[in-house]
Nanobody, 116 residues
């Protein structure tokens, strides 16, 4: 099973930007689609963005127009560029396969806090 390691989170003011990175332990081309997910305190984990092996992307309505997702097949990495961040974007962000496989293995995630 592919392992994922997230990084790049931090504290940012509303309206700011961050880029998250997701490193995979194996060949990213072996994964049909990779997605970013997030979980805010007291809430369920939700899907944020997905990118297919072919480069097709899709986004949750809450982030559409503000976030972009990309992948580097040579570096086995996926990125999430987050612009115009809002306090409601505050959450721990995770990457994983899409759809989530049975018995998924989750990384430690990376915390994004949007606050003035």
């Amino acid at each position: 099973q592919v392992q994922f390691v997230e990084s790049g989170g931090g504290l940012v003011q509303p309206g700011g930007s961050l880029t998250l990175s997701c490193a995979t332990s194996g060949n990213i081309n072996s994964i049909v689609a990779v997605a970013w997910y997030r979980q805010a305190p007291g809430k369920q984990r939700e899907w944020v963005a997905v990118i297919s092996r072919g480069g097709s992307t899709n986004f949750a309505d809450s982030v559409k127009g503000r976030f972009t997702i990309s992948r580097d097949n040579y570096k086995d990495a996926v990125y999430l560029q987050m612009n115009r961040l809002r306090p409601e974007d505050t959450a721990a962000y995770y990457c994983n396969e899409y759809p989530i496989p049975a018995g998924p293995s989750w990384g430690q995630g990376t915390q994004v806090t949007v606050s003035s």
